[in-house]
């Protein structure tokens, strides 16, 4: 058999473990496409719009720990899937975009589908190039997994010509390249040495979102060593603490003001990680206070300096510096005062938890409030569930209850709605149990054609559609801003009222099973049906 550009492709994708293709096919992808009819192990997964088959993409590689890979039709194809990528490039996920060029050789006379396709993309991306022969498909692959994957993470963007995917390239597939290997900062032994001499609660640990779940165990370790308080950020992509741990002190809100008042009285601050302080609307205050020292860990030179200065800069692999940090502070600590504290914590923690509860439910007894219905989704949560989020339903006091854990919770932190819904369907197909998707009235309409990928994926996702047939977020902020909008109480393009979004049709069309939920018993009763289902299911809660 002659061999072709696209059986190297297929080879590498192979090699690179992908298991599945995420796109919406057209004719300039009909060489990719013959490919796969003999590729059964390479499953091609449809999305009825190009921003759909990113956002699926996405939430593979976040829940897989690989690469994702896409395939988009032309130029419009991509001009579609530019707003789930440009959320991509802000999550860091590691993907791998392509999409179908014209035949080369009649691109000079601008024929239909034709574009450039490499200018289109390369604002999103780490990198962005094109095929130009097929010998050249093979390396020029490998060329973008490893860049995608290389941290920062990212997308990256492939234009595949159709002739050029169709030459003859019998060459093997190019070898993949051995991982670098980054190791443990020099500086571990000098970050416990700087610390010790401070106390539990005169030191604090803030991570930023671009923390893969592997780091978990070594932030432990470190938070456990010294007993300090832990912080995320509550616009993050990814979790890689646990929230159960007594040292997790929560989330820090985007606002600066409202972050200087939460690190006041500190000493120091060990930042792990990157793009910890983020921040909407804009406050004339910065979030760290003065005199604070600032030792910050990463693994990538550019995270340094790029929101503060750090008085002590490790870069290395964020799990063998943590450790190695751990071990050399446990070391020079007083284990009995910082295992005192750590208990004190874990009281302090499930007592705050307690009083939050009470004051949601206690609130509940009227109406269904944003906060009440979170909570009675959390409850009804399996063990084994995976959260997906983009719902401002959760940013209330429910927040302080979510038992996030590394490796299941995930957030379209990009600010583009649309992306959850995809997001939650592709991490089913790499997730073994239920997948959670929490998603706001308004984020649910950006991409509706998700409902159809999950039942035709089967996919065990239950859709929990917070609908207050507004777009809240909007309102608050022009709240918090004193804009005209509030003032007048008119709140002109914020409103999804007339006519009313009926979800239930909507889901019933693209095949889903669905219910509607306005009581915490009804969202039990509702879930508990919907999650020993082995397909998708939509509940509608409306909340006030």
Not at 124 to 134: Q, S, V
Not at 388 to 396: K, Q
Request: aromatic share 6%; charged share 20%.
């Amino acid at each position: 058999m002659t061999r072709r550009a696209y059986h190297v492709l297929i080879d590498v994708l192979r090699d690179e473990g992908v298991t599945h293709v995420f796109g919406n096919p057209g004719s300039t992808e009909m060489p990719l496409m013959d490919a796969l009819v003999d590729a059964p192990d390479v499953a091609y997964v449809l999305g009825l719009q190009e921003a759909t088959a990113v956002a699926m993409a996405d939430g593979w590689a976040l829940a897989s720990g690989k690469v994702g890979f896409v395939n988009l039709h032309a130029m419009g194809g991509l001009g579609n899937a530019m707003g789930a990528l440009v959320a991509s490039k802000a999550s860091e996920t590691p993907l791998v975009v392509t999409a179908g060029q014209q035949d080369t050789r009649h691109l000079s006379s601008e024929p239909w589908l034709a574009g450039d396709l490499v200018a289109l993309a390369s604002p999103a991306m780490k990198w962005a190039g094109e095929a130009r022969r097929g010998a050249d498909v093979g390396k020029l692959v490998r060329r973008a997994f490893a860049i995608a994957r290389t941290p920062p993470c990212g997308p990256v963007f492939l234009s595949l010509p159709m002739d050029v995917l169709g030459e003859e390239a019998n060459e093997p597939a190019p070898p993949r390249s051995a991982p670098a290997r980054l190791g443990p900062s020099p500086d571990a032994a000098a970050l416990a040495e700087a610390l010790a001499p401070y106390g539990p609660d005169d030191v604090v640990v803030v991570l930023g979102d671009d923390l893969a779940p592997s780091a978990a165990d070594a932030l432990v370790a470190f938070a456990e060593a010294g007993g300090y308080a832990v912080w995320g950020t509550q616009l993050t992509s990814r979790v890689a603490f646990p929230a159960a741990h007594p040292c997790w002190a929560g989330v820090l809100k985007p606002d600066f003001a409202e972050m200087r008042a939460r690190l006041a009285g500190l000493k120091a601050l060990v930042l792990v990680g990157g793009r910890a302080f983020i921040a909407y609307p804009y406050r004339d205050v910065e979030p760290i206070p003065d005199g604070v020292r600032i030792f910050h860990v990463a693994e990538t030179p550019e995270a340094f300096g790029r929101e503060h200065a750090a008085d002590l800069a490790l870069l290395g692999e964020v799990p063998a510096t943590l450790a190695a940090a751990a071990a050399a502070l446990r070391a020079k600590v007083d284990a009995t005062a910082v295992a005192a504290r750590i208990g004190a914590r874990a009281k302090l923690k499930a007592d705050h938890a307690a009083a939050t509860r009470a004051a949601i439910l206690a609130g509940a007894h009227s109406e269904l409030t944003s906060d009440a219905a979170v909570l009675a989704v959390f409850d009804a949560l399996p063990d084994d569930a995976l959260i997906t989020n983009d719902s401002a339903a959760t940013f209330g006091a429910v927040q302080e209850l979510m038992a996030t854990r590394p490796g299941r919770y995930f957030f379209s932190r990009g600010g583009v709605l649309g992306c959850n819904m995809p997001a939650a369907v592709g991490a089913a197909l790499q997730h073994s149990g239920p997948v959670a998707s929490l998603v706001g009235d308004g984020g649910a309409m950006y991409s509706p054609q998700a409902l159809w990928s999950a039942a035709h994926q089967r996919a065990h996702v239950v859709f929990f559609v917070f609908n207050n047939r507004r777009y809240g977020v909007l309102q608050n902020v022009a709240r918090q801003l004193g804009c005209a909008n509030a003032l007048a109480g008119r709140f002109v393009g914020m409103e999804v009222t007339d006519p009313p979004i009926d979800f239930l049709a909507l889901a019933a069309a693209m095949g889903v099973p669905a219910a509607r939920a306005d009581s915490r018993e009804a969202i039990a009763a509702a879930a508990k049906r919907a999650f020993a289902r082995s397909g998708p299911s939509l509940i509608e809660i409306p909340v006030k």
